[in-house]
């Protein structure tokens, strides 16, 4: 076999080797989903979720078929086609409806709401700890501590850009809210013009999430630098209908949402089902609470197989003693346990007298914010959302395998990271210098240019990963350098533009290629880009860790696939370029 025949081979081999690094499924326990589409025979209000962009006509269809008005629940969800409307027997209409193509579901209305027992609160004192972040009560959120939530701060650009839906009670903007970036949001309840908050419940959980962070007062937030949408669907007594909630979701997913913070359950609906089906198609991260029944049995839509199920635990770590558990819990988060002093999760909230106070609550309600927060995190780093998914999960604190009460594991942040930052970026650094390697050798280029592209195309990919661990000031150039090339719109702009499928593509190398690989000079940097973007790219497709915006999932990795290669040719040729004028040198 001759020596390009051996490089031939090697560069295959090593193809092949990026797509044996791809991950195994993650190990999912749901309950089974129970069967709609039966009622008792009385009257009620029915909710009836249409094909999306169903037209009024359509409406008007069905509502000849019932034999009843029905009017579409919401202006800022009429494309998702959700209709309300009172009929005299339930079982009757579900039956006309079943065989409806124009229906993608229905259902009696089903009321959901918080638990009672995450409704008691406890004032607390302020005292100032030593260094960052210096809010004054940041000592007594051991929940931040427990997650890892410092790291966070530490290694990401907490948040930024980022928008986690918090679809509760709304949210007011208190004192240690101020100067987080929040979107104007709406309210899906009636009589309730806004989404502020009139019951406490939502201002707490979104206080988790992105509370002001290091600005002299309050408390902290797991990803200040998230941006927050206030989506009102439960009422200032804590309840809120089926319809309400599938609106909140679907008009979150129109707003942007990339997380969505569902801390409230209940029984099943179809409704809601449907709609977070449609959130996670489109890349949501949907986190929701396990539920507080103290017992086996997960509350839904915790337990759907579209969202995060999360349970809770107290300072100890050992499973509060309110969480529910069972199938559907994927992974635990800090929740708190008030029989424990100072054990309840400490955020800034309403009063009920116009004003607010640092107040205490615990609740799995209070867990799945910090995993809706960390998901923020992680998303802020340029992960795509299967990726934050199955980081959170794989690394939970845990013995390896799901138990029916901490699902994978503990939350832990600093382990997410940890992959995120070591195992992918040690990977690609090492991936795209063996191709600059190969294909230099392949096109009998000098040792010269071989090695030195070889290093800029491992930075390109992997970015210098190993500056993360060190304590270095937070600077964003320190955070570009130690970044892959291809992740930095997600540092200066947010996630989104990250995704863009023109950035994750060929361009970039080509219009290099075309410019700097002209010139011996810069050649090596040309080819250097050409071969780090390809092995990225190729990295991503094969484990699932780079998201394309735009494009549907099967897609996705068909489009990374092919710019990989292109990229990969493009240095081939700038390899070839380098050989020919070596040669004309001689």
Same mark, same amino acid.
């Given at each position: ?500 499928? $023109?950035?994750?593509? #060929? +361009?970039?190398?080509? =219009?290099?290629?075309?410019? %700097?690989? /002209?010139?011996?000079?810069?050649? !090596? *940097? ?10 990225? $790219?190729?990295?991503? #497709? +094969?484990?699932?860790? =780079?998201?394309?915006?735009? %494009?549907? /999932?099967?897609?996705?990795?068909? !489009? *990374? ?10 240095? $081939?040729?700038?390899?070839? +370029? ?9």
């Amino acid at each position: 076999m001759t020596r390009r025949s051996l490089i031939g081979v090697a560069l295959a081999g090593t193809v092949a080797a990026t797509f044996a690094l791809g991950p195994d499924a993650i190990e999912r326990h749901k309950p089974a989903v129970p069967e709609v589409g039966s009622a008792a025979h009385r009257g009620g209000t029915l909710v009836v979720d249409l094909v999306d962009g169903a037209s009024e006509a359509d409406l008007q269809k069905v509502e000849a078929e019932l034999g009843v008005d029905l009017s579409w629940l919401s202006e800022l969800t009429v494309d998702e086609a959700l209709a309300v409307g009172e009929v005299p027997d339930l079982a009757a209409a579900l039956a006309v409806l079943r065989d409806e193509a124009l229906v993608e579901t229905a259902e009696p209305e089903l009321m959901l709401s918080l638990d009672p027992e995450e409704l008691s609160v406890a004032t607390v004192s302020e005292t100032l700890p030593d260094g960052y972040p210096n809010d004054p009560l940041y000592e007594k959120q051991w929940h931040l501590r427990a997650m890892g939530a410092p790291d966070g701060w530490a290694h990401s650009p907490r948040g930024k850009g980022v928008v986690v839906a918090v679809v509760d009670t709304g949210i007011t903007r208190v004192e240690d809210l101020e100067g987080v970036r929040m979107l104007e949001g709406a309210s899906f309840v009636p009589g309730a013009k806004t989404a502020a908050d009139d019951q406490g419940h939502g201002t707490h959980v979104a206080g988790t999430i992105a509370q002001a962070t290091n600005n002299g007062k309050g408390c902290a937030g797991v990803a200040p630098e998230a941006t927050l949408l206030p989506v009102k669907v439960l009422s200032g007594a804590g309840f809120g209908s089926s319809a309400w909630i599938a609106a909140g979701i679907d008009y979150a997913v129109d707003e942007g949402a990339d997380v969505i913070n569902l801390s409230l359950g209940g029984g099943y609906s179809s409704v809601i089902h449907n709609a977070i089906k449609k959130a996670h198609a489109k890349g949501v991260i949907v986190v929701a609470a396990a539920g507080n029944g103290g017992r086996r049995g997960v509350s839904w839509p915790g337990a759907l197989e579209e969202a995060i199920g999360v349970s809770s635990v107290g300072p100890s770590g050992s499973l509060a003693p309110y969480s529910s558990y069972g199938e559907g819990v994927d992974i635990a988060g800090p929740g708190g346990d008030k029989t424990k002093p100072g054990g309840g999760v400490f955020q800034d909230t309403i009063d009920g007298r116009g004003g607010h106070h640092y107040a205490e609550y615990q609740g799995t309600s209070m867990a799945t914010p910090h995993v809706a927060g960390a998901a923020a995190v992680l998303l802020s780093r340029g992960m795509a959302p299967d990726a934050v998914e199955r980081a959170l999960l794989e690394t939970a604190d845990g013995d390896g395998s799901w138990n029916e009460k901490y699902g994978h594991g503990k939350l832990s942040l600093t382990a997410a990271l940890g992959r995120s930052v070591g195992k992918h970026g040690s990977t690609r650094f090492a991936l795209a210098a063996v191709f600059a390697l190969l294909i230099g050798q392949l096109a009998s280029t000098n040792r010269s240019f071989q090695i030195k592209s070889a290093a800029f195309a491992g930075w390109v990919a992997g970015g210098l990963f190993l500056l993360e661990y060190l304590p270095l000031p937070d600077l964003l150039l320190t955070r570009l350098i130690a970044h892959p090339l291809l992740s930095w719109p997600a540092l200066l702009l947010g996630p989104g533009f990250a995704s863009f499928p $023109l950035w994750l593509s #060929a +361009a970039l190398p080509a =219009v290099v290629g075309f410019s %700097l690989g /002209a010139f011996r000079q810069t050649r !090596w *940097l040309a080819y250097g880009l050409a071969c780090g973007v390809g092995a990225h $790219l190729l990295h991503g #497709a +094969a484990t699932g860790t =780079v998201g394309v915006s735009l %494009l549907p /999932a099967s897609l996705a990795g068909l !489009w *990374l696939v092919a710019n990989a290669t292109v990229a990969m040719l493009v240095g $081939l040729g700038l390899a070839g +370029a380098e050989k020919l004028e070596e040669a004309g040198r001689r």
